[in-house]
C-alpha cells in the first residue's frame, strides 16, 4: 500500500507511430498544394458559385424573408460577368499582349479585342495572314468556353480603296466575314452566336492624320457580349495549354 507506482518515463510507445503519421500526411498534403495551380478566372466562377450556395441575396427590396432556394447549389455554373470573360482572354492570350498584336478593353457589359492590321490582312485585301491563324485558334478556343454572343467588326482607315473592292465598307465587311469563317470552320461553336460587321472608316480610334494613327485604326474587333441568360450554358474550362478538348457540333 506503501509504495508508489512507477511509471515509464517519455512518451507511450503509440505516440511516436501517431507523430510519424500527421508527418506524412502534412507532406502529402504541402506536395498537393505544390502541384496546383490557380487559375484567376476559375477561381472568380467558384466564388461566385460558393456565394449563392448558401442562400445568400443582393441587396434588394423585399417584402418576404429572404432564404436561398437550396443549402447547396447543385451545379457548378455561376453567372458569367465581364470580368471573368476578360480573365479567361488575358490568361490564353497573355503573350500577343505583352507583344502589342492585340489590345484588349473591358466595358460595362463587354470585352473587346482589337487585332491589328499587321498580324490580321495584308493591305487591301480579305486574305488572312499565316500568323494570325495560331492567334485565332487561341480566340476560338476562348469562345467555345464563354457564353453569349460574338461581333466580328471590320474597320478600316480613310485612305480610298483601289483594286478588288468598291470601297473600305466592302473591304471591312469582308475582312469580318472572313474572320468569321475562319472561327467556324471547325464547327465548334454555334454559328447563331456570331456576326460579321463592316465599318469601313467610320469609327477611328484617332484622327487619320499620320500613318501611325492610320495603322491603329485598320482593324478587326472581336467583341464578346456578356450573356442574358448563362445559366444555360456549361462552363468548358481551358487546359493549360489552351485548347478545348470537346466534340464537334452535330452537321446538318
Not at 465598307?169 to 447563331?192: E, F, G, K
Request: charged letters at 30%; hydrophobic letters at 40%.
Amino acid at each position: 500500500m506503501g509504495k508508489k507506482c512507477e511509471c515509464p518515463k517519455g512518451a507511450p510507445m503509440w505516440m511516436v507511430t501517431f507523430g510519424d503519421l500527421m508527418s506524412l500526411l502534412l507532406c502529402f498534403f504541402v506536395l498537393l498544394l505544390s502541384f496546383s495551380t490557380t487559375d484567376p478566372a476559375m477561381y472568380k466562377e467558384v466564388a461566385g458559385s460558393l456565394e449563392k450556395a448558401f442562400g445568400v441575396q443582393r441587396e434588394e427590396i423585399t417584402l418576404e424573408i429572404p432564404k436561398g432556394i437550396d443549402i447547396v447549389s447543385r451545379d457548378f455554373n455561376p453567372p458569367f460577368s465581364v470580368d471573368v470573360i476578360l480573365e479567361k482572354i488575358k490568361s490564353a492570350i497573355k503573350l500577343e499582349l505583352i507583344k502589342g498584336e492585340i489590345d484588349v478593353e473591358a466595358l460595362n457589359d463587354r470585352v473587346i479585342l482589337r487585332l491589328k492590321d499587321e498580324i490580321t490582312f495584308p493591305p487591301g485585301s480579305d486574305e488572312l495572314l499565316e500568323r494570325s491563324k495560331p492567334v485565332l485558334d487561341k480566340i476560338r478556343a476562348i469562345i467555345e468556353t464563354v457564353p453569349g454572343d460574338i461581333s466580328v467588326e471590320g474597320h478600316t482607315d480613310d485612305t480610298p480603296i483601289t483594286g478588288t473592292f468598291k470601297s473600305n465598307w466592302h473591304l471591312s465587311a469582308a475582312r469580318a466575314a472572313t474572320v468569321v469563317t475562319y472561327l467556324l470552320r471547325l464547327h465548334t461553336i454555334d454559328p447563331q452566336r456570331m456576326a460579321a460587321i463592316g465599318f469601313g472608316d467610320s469609327r477611328p480610334l484617332v484622327l487619320n492624320d499620320t500613318p501611325e494613327h492610320r495603322a491603329k485604326n485598320r482593324r478587326v474587333e472581336i467583341v464578346f457580349m456578356q450573356p442574358r441568360n448563362p445559366d444555360d450554358f456549361e462552363v468548358k474550362p481551358l487546359d493549360q495549354k489552351g485548347v478545348l478538348k470537346q466534340e464537334p457540333l452535330p452537321m446538318d
